[in-house]
């Protein structure tokens, strides 16, 4: 990633737009930036299109945003495309579809890339404390300005996830889920996905960042959360100032979140915001605080108790969808018993007999109670095994990659 469009490293700018629709809101804050660098450069934006979720749901970037975006740098002589490797089990196409970039896209012209389609590319991460290389997106290495875009979210596992965390999403396929893979590390009591995180963002930096506030996620995100209205977009050079200045809006601090500490510690980027110019002055009129993640997945549903050990948001996101759809009637299908146990993640060592081992990740337990397989598991694949026992044909989603 390079090119003369960047800035002052240690006294970032962000700008904060709002009070207008997503696309004015995105051209409003670009016009902020002096975009002529740009002038004959390839531009790939990396929204987040992760999921199958249309625009509005908090869910996934705005297509609007999107859309004001590739015509602000389109103008300033760019050539854009966009792209992006979804979670493990969501195919790219549906996702661009229902996110709705696909057309927006086709409107414009502008090429649609799946990220994990050509081969990876190793890059070696020199001093990570948890991971020593990535296997990176080629298309992320070939363009001269990667901007990432992600939809303001809480996160139940690393706090938010803003423009820092976005580029997780530039790792080719299933390398994704090793991040939540990862040992403690010794001696220390952060969370290894977090660390892994900062590692990354020592070498998979974006050239700029535009955070998509149209409407973000609050509670159980990235996945499960409520859509939470805001009507901004945030934008800089500096990925962890433009996350410091939206986790200030989304009611929390930057210095709060794991992975964006430990990155500005190790010199990544700055979360000072007494160092950071933030535009307007009186951006704080935009702040709304979001409801934080719970610390427990069995808060939410009392009769349940789920032994989330290590796993991962994307398994995490199937049982509580399915938990949220389906709890009334989980019963229906125990009749026998008043309270339910349900495993999820690699970290369970035992695991009371009976137990809904929902999970590759929990196969070692499968002999006591009843086995969900997939990577991640689908909702639908639980009411199988639970309706009619299927426990033994192999899950599309584990074929796919
Ligand atoms: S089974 Fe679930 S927790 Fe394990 S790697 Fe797959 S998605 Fe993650």
């Not at 625009?55 to 495309?81: N, Q, R, Y």
């Not at 992975?259 to 951006?283: C, F, M, N, S, T």
């Not at 086995?371 to 009619?388: D, R």
Request: hydrophobic share 40%; with cysteine; proline share 7%.
């Amino acid at each position: 990633m390079e090119g003369d469009f960047s800035c002052d490293h240690q006294n970032p700018e962000v700008h904060v737009c709002g009070g207008n629709g997503p696309y004015e809101n995105t051209l409003a804050v670009l016009s902020r930036f002096d975009l002529a660098p740009l002038k004959g450069k390839q531009v790939l934006l990396k929204p987040n299109i992760g999921r199958v979720a249309a625009s509005g749901a908090g869910i996934t970037t705005e297509a609007l945003v999107v859309a004001g975006a590739a015509d602000a740098f389109t103008e300033a002589g760019a050539t854009v495309a966009i792209g992006e490797s979804p979670i493990t089990g969501v195919a790219i196409k549906e996702a661009f579809d229902v996110s709705g970039i696909e057309r927006i896209a086709q409107e414009r012209s502008i090429r649609l890339i799946d990220l994990d389609a050509r081969p990876f590319v190793k890059v070696a991460v020199h001093g990570g404390r948890v991971i020593d290389s990535l296997k990176v997106c080629p298309e992320v290495l070939e363009y001269d300005i990667v901007v990432s875009m992600p939809v303001m979210k809480m996160h139940m596992h690393t706090g938010v996830t803003l423009a820092v965390k976005n580029m997780k999403g530039c790792l080719w396929r299933r390398s994704k889920v090793k991040f939540h893979m990862l040992p403690q590390v010794k001696g220390s009591e952060e969370k290894s996905i977090n660390v892994a995180i900062s590692d990354m963002s020592g070498v998979l930096r974006p050239d700029f960042s535009i955070i998509d506030g149209t409407t973000g996620m609050e509670g159980m995100g990235p996945g499960s959360g409520s859509p939470k209205p805001l009507g901004v977009v945030v934008a800089g050079f500096d990925p962890f100032a433009a996350d410091a200045v939206s986790c200030r809006i989304m009611g929390t601090r930057a210095e709060n979140v794991p992975h964006l500490r430990i990155g500005a510690e190790r010199g990544y980027g700055i979360i000072d915001i007494e160092k950071i110019a933030v535009y307007p002055q009186d951006w704080r009129k935009y702040i709304s605080p979001f409801i934080p993640p719970p610390e427990k997945l069995e808060f939410e549903f009392p009769n349940i108790t789920v032994l989330d050990e290590n796993s991962c948001s994307a398994c995490q996101s199937t049982l509580l969808l399915f938990l949220k759809q389906q709890k009334e009637k989980i019963f229906d299908y125990f009749p026998d018993i008043e309270e339910l146990t349900i495993a999820i993640g690699k970290g369970n060592k035992e695991v009371p007999a009976g137990t809904l081992c929902i999970g590759n990740c929990t196969a070692a337990h499968k002999e006591k109670g009843i086995f969900v397989q997939g990577c991640p598991p689908v909702g639908s694949e639980i009411m199988n095994v639970l309706k009619f026992g299927i426990t033994d044909h192999p899950s599309p989603l584990c074929a796919k990659k």
